[in-house]
């Protein structure tokens, strides 16, 4: 993936340009949701598992 980003402050404009790895591009993703779930930003949800007895295809054990 590759990002280009500039920011603007008060001693100039820094600018990033470089190209991340898929394992890098998952890193930043996790890292930039957990930053918005700990700050407020975003809602952490949770599915709930169903309930189950068996898993299909599975030999019964016993």
């Known amino acids: ?21 898929p394992e890098e591009h998952d890193f930043v993703l996790s890292v930039g949701l957990n930053t918005l779930v700990e700050q407020g930003a975003i809602a952490m949800t949770a599915e709930e598992e169903p309930d189950v007895d068996w898993i299909p295809g599975d030999t019964p054990v016993q």
């Open 1 to 21: 993936m590759e990002i280009k980003k500039s920011i603007k402050n008060k001693d100039g404009t820094v600018m990033f340009k470089g190209t991340l790895t």
